[in-house]
């Protein structure tokens, strides 16, 4: 995957992915997936009460998955000041964020390892569903992009 964004774009949905997952000691609780397709990027993430997604407007270059720390991004892109941001994931495991020909590389997470949400893709939605998987019940919360 490999995907190019504006800063004042990705900001506010890591702030906002953030808020949502806090601290926790549960792995993937905090990690924000990023959903490449041909045409649109969805960033989802979760703290097992609520599954928050939006979109993120991007330049697609190359279509995919990868979940990486929304923390040590958001840590990140606090300290440098470019206005775009490119996002990409290796096969070998490695996803890199380049802002002002600074590179932070993360440790990144199979999404295949995420548990299985609905797709929801109607605005503005809340669904409480069971969700097997978990053995709960999960909120969703479509919360539209910046």
């Not at 397709?37 to 991007?58: F, H």
């Not at 040590?72 to 380049?98: C, T, Y």
Request: with cysteine.
């Amino acid at each position: 995957m490999h995907i190019v964004v504006d800063r004042s774009e990705l900001l506010p949905l890591l702030n906002k992915a953030e808020r949502l997952v806090g601290k926790s000691l549960i792995p993937f609780i905090g990690l924000l997936n990023v959903v490449a397709g041909e045409k649109s990027v969805q960033t989802k993430a979760t703290n097992l009460d609520i599954y928050w997604w939006s979109s993120l407007p991007a330049e697609i270059i190359a279509p995919g998955q990868v979940a990486f720390s929304s923390g040590q991004a958001k840590e990140f892109l606090d300290k440098v000041a470019a206005e775009r941001v490119s996002i990409r994931s290796e096969p070998d495991g490695r996803a890199f964020l380049v802002a002002d020909e600074i590179t932070r590389r993360f440790d990144i997470c199979d999404p295949s390892d995420l548990p299985a949400f609905p797709d929801l893709k109607q605005p503005d939605l809340q669904l409480t569903a069971q969700i097997p998987e978990l053995g709960r019940l999960l909120k969703a919360v479509h919360i539209p992009g910046p």
